[in-house]
């Protein structure tokens, strides 16, 4: 145990340095400013700080995707109640949002099964963007909720086309949502 722990332990600046440069190297890449993505960064800090520190929210399962102080928040909530509830909290809680999406259902919470799904998505369409050359991939994010996709960012007309048309190539989508801002 000891000798796996050192080990270990003498990895984590190997994976830290990659995740620094990996960070930079999408921050070059990235439309928005430095001060913009740290913004947008912080936004979704607080965001998630809010639900977790509530109550009422608890038995909610609810995600965010911040880009230029635009969030979209997603998920599943019990009531119509709480749904009204959070969308208040939030503005008034977290006042920095230009704008605020509520794509969230009020049903049950999805299932980890279908949560890990929804990742599979995800996942295939940044690697569907990856191997393109309309775009570069650190203009457009992706969210899958309930195997509905969420794209945000900042591109022109023909990268926001090509983007949707991408994501809808991917397995078991059902439906495509651009949220973009168009240069």
Do not use: W
């Not at 913004?39 to 911040?66: E, P, T, W």
């Not at 709480?82 to 299932?111: F, G, H, R, T, W």
Request: proline share 3%; hydrophobic share 40%; net charge positive.
């Amino acid at each position: 145990l000891l000798v796996s722990s050192f080990i270990l332990s003498s990895c984590s600046p190997i994976v830290q340095g990659a995740a620094a440069v990996t960070t930079v190297a999408t921050m070059s890449n990235d439309r928005r400013s430095a001060g913009e993505i740290i913004d947008d960064k912080n936004l979704y800090s607080k965001l998630g700080s809010v639900v977790r520190k509530d109550n009422i929210l608890k038995k909610a399962h609810i995600n965010f995707m911040v880009y230029n102080k635009a969030v979209l928040m997603a998920g599943e909530i019990p009531s119509a109640e709480a749904k009204d509830y959070l969308e208040k909290q939030l503005k008034k809680k977290v006042p920095k949002m230009k704008q605020l999406i509520n794509e969230v259902s009020v049903m049950p919470n999805s299932s980890y099964f279908s949560r890990a799904k929804d990742g599979v998505i995800t996942l295939q369409i940044e690697t569907l963007f990856l191997d393109q050359e309309v775009f570069h991939p650190a203009h457009v994010r992706v969210m899958t909720e309930r195997k509905t996709v969420y794209l945000m960012g900042s591109v022109t007309k023909r990268e926001a086309e090509h983007a949707t048309n991408l994501a809808a190539r991917a397995k078991n989508v059902d439906k495509v949502v651009k949220l973009f801002n168009y240069l």
